[in-house]
């Protein structure tokens, strides 16, 4: 495998691994001699993208066997990337055979320095593919990066979850025409009621009219409302915007996943050289039923508070066994959409099975309540080493070689 690619593309090939990389921590390529795709799924499960490259985007893209594949640390890459844009020529990426077990980096600086990378890659990585037809999903919109950034701009910057709340114009309730008017979506923040300072919390609401703020929206039928994580929505937004696309977002309900491409033309014919796809995972509690039947989460919340004070001799006691179960048992109003399935494998087992090395965001999972399962809808493109432990012992440190 070898490629070569410069200007433009190299900005638009940065800005792709910048984007993956706030995602997952393992990048797995897999390049045959019609494209090239980029997969990374993030610790919990919850967030999977993907990045294909045809042949047209690179100066120079060869695959010699049918079918390549291997998997590198991110944070590696991130590392080769490091060097400003604006000051390299070019880059060259060549993989000397399948079973080769370094991947070299070359870059060709203007000043004429040539800074080389061998990066230590993974030859058996575990690839996945989701099958989810966008076209399926019945709500979608477009925005413009820089006005969905502004919109966000009205939350907090710690918040983790934010809800959409899609409805027909001509189904706002009359008593509140007055004041909403036109504005059928709803932007609202998304605050885990698990937390002990919920009360406390900032919460933010938003009526947006599609026809001012959004290029396009569809949305037929009940109000439905979707809740996913910020920190992806964001990565991706920063993406669309560097490569000056508009962003497309089809969602279905609560609990079904939401997938973000971006839009390269006024109508559904627009073609481009490169394509990406973000599918993040989504709260399986309809926030619009627990506005309406508040009652029920508050019973709830009250039977499991009632439960701890009597199992509790002291307020000491209780205060440490409570901070204890709040880090120790997730909350679980977020679920895995392939859990929707059937296809979910216990936590424990999973969490057995394949242990995954946690980096970034620690707190990710344990507030959103999602929990690492070997399927969300993905279908395996190939098999890890079964026989070598995961972490960081299968991708020592790269070497670095500059040549004046």
């Known amino acids: 495998m070898e490629m070569s690619l410069s200007g433009n593309a190299l900005k638009t090939f940065t800005r792709s691994v910048t984007c993956l990389a706030r995602v997952g921590n393992e990048l797995a390529i897999q390049a045959s001699s ?20 045809k042949p047209d985007f690179f100066d120079v893209f060869t695959v010699s066997a049918p079918q390549v594949q291997c998997s590198v640390l991110l ?3 991130c590392s080769v990337l490091r060097t400003p844009v604006t000051g390299v020529d070019g880059l060259h990426i060549v993989l000397p055979d399948p079973e080769a077990s370094k991947l070299q980096w070359t ?16 030859v058996e990585p575990d690839i996945q593919q989701l099958s989810l037809d966008r076209r399926k999903l019945p709500s979608s919109l477009v925005v413009r990066p820089r006005d969905f950034s502004r919109l966000l701009a009205n ?44 009360d406390t919390a900032l919460h933010t609401q938003l009526w947006i009219d599609p026809s001012e703020e959004f ?35 089809f969602f279905e309900k609560a609990g079904e996943p939401i997938l973000m491409a971006p839009k390269f033309g ?5 073609t481009s050289d490169f394509d990406v796809t ?29 439960g701890q004070v009597d199992q509790e001799t002291s307020s000491q006691a209780h205060h440490g066994r409570s901070r204890t179960a709040a880090s120790e048992h997730p909350s679980d109003h977020t679920k895995i959409w392939s859990e929707l399935s059937g296809s979910v494998i216990r936590s424990g087992s999973a969490a057995e099975e394949r242990p995954v090395e946690v980096q970034g965001n620690a707190n990710a999972t344990r507030q959103t309540g999602m929990q690492p399962v070997n399927s ?26 500059m040549v004046l």
């Open 155 to 198: 939350f907090q910057s710690s918040l983790q979850e934010i809800t959409i709340i899609a409805t027909e114009p001509s189904s706002v309730p009359p008593d509140a025409a007055s004041e909403i008017g036109g504005k059928s979506v709803e932007l609202r923040s998304y605050i885990d009621p698990a937390k002990e300072d919920n």
């Open 215 to 249: 290029l396009q929206y569809k949305h037929t039928g009940d109000p439905v409302d979707v809740t996913f994580g910020v920190k992806e929505l964001k990565a991706f937004l920063s993406f669309c915007e560097g490569c000056e696309v508009d962003i497309h977002l």
């Open 278 to 306: 973000l599918v993040l995972a989504t709260m399986l509690i309809s926030q619009i039923n627990e506005r309406n039947n508040p009652s029920e989460h508050q019973a709830a919340a009250a039977t499991a508070e009632l």
């Open 376 to 401: 969300m809808g993905l279908s395996k493109m190939g098999s890890a080493r079964e026989d070598e432990p995961d972490g960081p012992d299968l991708y020592p440190w790269f070497f670095i070689g």
């Open 34 to 53: 019609s494209q090239l795709a980029f997969h990374t799924l993030n610790s919990s499960r919850s967030a999977y993208q993907s990045i294909t490259f």
């Open 266 to 270: 006024l109508d559904d014919t627009s």
């Open 107 to 122: 870059l060709h600086c203007q000043s004429g320095i040539r800074k080389a990378y061998w990066i230590t890659c993974n």
């Open 75 to 77: 944070k590696a890459v």
